[in-house]
């Protein structure tokens, strides 16, 4: 049975998988799978006159939230201009969700082919990938609706993707690493765009809301599965570790969220605004900071930090407080 209510759908808490064994937990995260999920198709109401993309619709300006919708270029704009960029965007950050989405999935199946019987970890993975199908779907229909060729991460990342996927056999910290650096950025955005009130577009606001539910769940076993591999880190591994870790973050961020020379080039944004946008402003280092707060959280928890990789963190533009709990709200101060 899908879940079909507007609101995300519940997924088990710290508390709740609290003092259990590593494959108890993935049971819990199973279960959840089973009885709460999301179909492309069923759970989006495509055909719904209210989802109909038609000339001159508001609701595809961007939110101020966004990196590139709250600048005073963006803001100084006619308004069709900000519909045409805002509906070019948020296309684009849908394909190269769904990118990240199919290096995910043959990722993971790389991992799981010589895994062993009777692991939790067997069922609760698979569980994700038969969700991260349905994302791609999902993806790839708000594009097509949106009715934008967009291209989704820069040309280098498309060509290279085929070839990430192989290392979540031989490198399974490292391709985690590479998953939570694909998950967080874009789960971080979407959870700001609905925080804000924003008027949304029935499409990117249902798209939103399934993404965030189910992903919830993803990021949570990926902090799980790196906590528990954690433990058999040696000391030259773990330092090692300490400094891939915020190279992938801050890499795989810019993949997501900064546009790409394309999209530069087809939407005419003045070098100058990139230059302030990513990541010369005060308003977008520190946007970029919040972003990692449960990324440094987790960094914490693995024992990733320390005075070398403090270092790296800050030259990266990435440092900060660790988040408290997952997914705490940042405050707008810069």
């Known amino acids: 049975m899908t879940a079909t209510a507007d609101a995300p759908t519940d997924t088990?808490?710290?508390?709740?998988?609290?003092?259990l064994s590593y494959q108890e937990t993935l049971r819990v995260l199973s279960e959840a799978s089973v009885h709460q999920h999301f179909d492309a198709f069923l759970d989006i109401a495509w055909d719904s006159p209210e989802f109909e993309v038609v000339p001159n619709d508001p609701?595809?300006?961007l939110p101020e939230v966004d990196s590139l919708g709250g600048t005073d270029w963006y803001r100084s704009l006619p308004l069709d201009r900000q519909i045409e960029i805002g509906q070019y965007r948020l296309a684009n950050i849908m394909k190269v969700g769904l990118q990240f989405e199919q290096i995910l999935i043959g990722g993971i199946m790389s991992h799981l082919i010589p895994m062993g019987n009777n692991r939790a970890e067997f069922r609760y993975s698979?569980?994700?990938v038969t969700e991260e199908c349905h994302h791609t779907q999902m993806f790839q229909e708000g594009v097509?609706?949106?009715g934008v060729d967009v291209q989704g991460g820069p040309g280098w990342f498309i060509r290279l993707a085929p070839f990430?996927?192989?290392a979540g056999g031989p490198l399974p910290n490292i391709f985690f690493f590479g998953i939570l650096a694909g998950e967080e950025p874009i789960d971080y955005l979407q959870k700001s765009v609905l925080r804000s009130g924003h008027d949304l577009h029935p499409i990117v606001e249902?798209?939103?809301?399934?993404?965030v539910a189910e992903e919830a769940r993803h990021i949570g076993f990926a902090h799980t599965y790196l906590v528990e591999r954690s433990k058999d880190y040696g000391r030259l591994q773990r330092f090692g570790l300490s400094l891939a870790y915020p190279i992938i973050m801050r890499l795989l961020c810019d993949v997501i969220m900064k546009p790409t020379k394309r999209m530069q080039k087809d939407l005419g944004i003045p070098k100058e605004v990139m230059r302030e946008v990513y990541w010369s402003s005060e308003r977008s280092q520190k946007l970029l900071r919040d972003t990692f707060g449960d990324v440094r959280m987790l960094a914490d928890e693995l024992g990733l930090m320390n005075r070398v990789s403090r270092i790296l963190w800050r030259a990266l533009g990435i440092h900060g407080s660790p988040s408290r709990f997952r997914s705490e709200p940042k405050s707008a101060a810069v």
Do not use: S
């Open 126 to 128: 698979t569980h994700e």
């Open 164 to 166: 990430l996927c192989l």
């Open 144 to 146: 097509n609706r949106i």
């Open 12 to 19: 088990p808490t710290a508390h709740d998988v609290e003092g």
């Open 59 to 61: 609701r595809w300006v």
């Open 206 to 211: 249902r798209v939103m809301q399934i993404h």
